[in-house]
């Protein structure tokens, strides 16, 4: 490859990244942390549920799921700005001592509050839970009601 060449070269790069942005900043976000509480109780994934919360952006329809924790919190890093809709879902755990084909006791209560809560909640069309997300950290918790 002569001189000229490569310079040709380098002279096209440079110019496609001026013409597409070479600007490596990214757009601003926002970082939620919260509780989702159920009668005046927290709701945790524990060994029979996994919880989730799932942020669904209106203008787009993206989904961001994040986990409620043990501990009864969810964290959600980068979420875009602007009005969400939310959606709660449980998925029933299958102890592995069980297999991977048995089904949770349809009459426990953990069950019981799945379906309930499921019902209601994972449809974030139908939750009406919504909130507006802002640039940088902010607390959101979540009351779910009958």
């Not at 490859?1 to 380098?10: E, V």
């Not at 799932?54 to 919190?73: E, K, L, N």
Request: charged content about 20%; some cysteine; glycine content about 8%.
């Amino acid at each position: 490859m002569t001189r000229s060449t490569r310079r040709g070269i380098a002279v096209a790069a440079s110019l496609v990244l001026i013409a597409t942005g070479c600007d490596r900043s990214t757009s601003p976000v926002g970082q939620i942390t919260g509780t989702v509480r159920y009668q005046g109780r927290d709701l945790k994934s524990d060994e029979e549920t996994t919880w989730n919360v799932i942020f669904v952006t209106t203008d787009a329809g993206t989904r961001f799921p994040t986990t409620i924790g043990r501990s009864g919190t969810y964290v959600l890093n980068g979420i875009p700005l602007g009005p969400v809709k939310i959606a709660i879902l449980g998925t029933p755990r299958i102890p592995a001592a069980l297999g991977p084909k048995s089904p949770p006791n349809p009459n426990s209560e953990h069950e019981m509050l799945r379906r309930r809560l499921s019902d209601r909640y994972s449809d974030p069309r139908k939750s009406h839970l919504e909130y507006t997300v802002i640039q940088g950290p902010q607390i959101h918790p979540i009351d779910l009601t009958d």
